[in-house]
């Protein structure tokens, strides 16, 4: 681990330009104040009208319903910015330094705020409209080399190297709770043996139905468990934005190395 920050460069390198540009770039995408604070206790979300519109969405075409979500400039999920927890073990240097995925990334504000010299960062996305977006905020970036952005499905999509580390936030919560096991799979296949997931677990909350589907710390360790995946550390996650503080945890989990899948 380490930081891989360029000296004198956090106020005025990608960091300080995200923060800077995020309502910004909020307006461009269509996104408005209120969306980049999507509720997360259960009865909020289950009557939230912006929830209740991506659901019939996704539901309505299951195939292409994160692109017309996207297309329309419905994205609930989407904070306009780093997700505060990221940028900041980022800049305290406890991430761990290599290969870096980040699955169903969107504009790709976490990609880019963590890709430096000692990790390079894929953001990967189902939404092609979502990749052309990441891909035009991002260019002009001084970091630009250290990161890239691929439209892939990552259930069916073979790297040619694994990554050192995995970070998923509101990606685990949008899919299908029956294809979580199959995530779990995923990622055991895409991580090193001595890798590190790290898992930003919401909406931790007692609401019905999804995207976005709640979720429990229970829920993670069903399928991560039988894949050999233990937790290191879970925390209350105190930086979370004011509408999810108290519905989100920080997980951090290591394969054990004598696991057998037999």
């Not at 996207?70 to 505060?84: F, I, R, S």
């Not at 406890?94 to 705020?113: A, K």
């Not at 043996?193 to 677990?201: A, C, I, N, R």
Request: proline fraction near 6%; glycine fraction near 10%.
């Amino acid at each position: 681990m380490g930081l891989c920050v360029p000296s004198g460069r956090i106020s005025g390198g990608v960091c300080g330009l995200l923060s800077g540009r995020s309502l910004t770039w909020a307006k461009n995408l269509g996104v408005s104040t209120t969306q980049l604070h999507m509720s997360n206790n259960g009865s909020s979300i289950e009557s939230n009208p912006k929830v209740q519109k991506l659901n019939q969405i996704i539901g309505s075409d299951s195939a292409g319903g994160w692109e017309k979500s996207w297309q329309q400039g419905h994205t609930p999920w989407d904070l306009g910015k780093p997700t505060p927890i990221i940028q900041h073990l980022h800049q305290t240097g406890t991430l761990p330094s290599g290969r870096t995925l980040v699955p169903g990334c969107g504009c790709g504000y976490d990609v880019v705020t963590i890709a430096c010299p000692e990790r390079f960062v894929v953001g990967l996305d189902i939404s092609d409209s979502a990749i052309k977006k990441a891909k035009e905020l991002s260019s002009s970036l001084w970091n630009a080399n250290h990161f890239t952005f691929l439209k892939e499905d990552f259930f069916t999509w073979n790297p040619t190297e694994l990554f050192d580390l995995i970070f998923d936030y509101t990606f685990f919560c949008a899919i299908e709770p029956d294809m979580r096991s199959v995530w779990a799979k995923r990622m055991r296949h895409l991580l090193k043996p001595d890798g590190e997931l790290l898992t930003l677990m919401f909406p931790i909350s007692d609401h019905a139905g999804g995207p976005p589907y709640k979720v429990s710390v229970a829920d993670y360790e069903e399928v991560l468990h039988p894949m050999g995946f233990k937790a290191v550390s879970i925390v209350d996650n105190k930086m979370a934005i004011g509408p999810r503080k108290g519905r989100e945890k920080l997980g951090r989990w290591k394969r054990t190395p004598s696991k057998s899948l037999l």
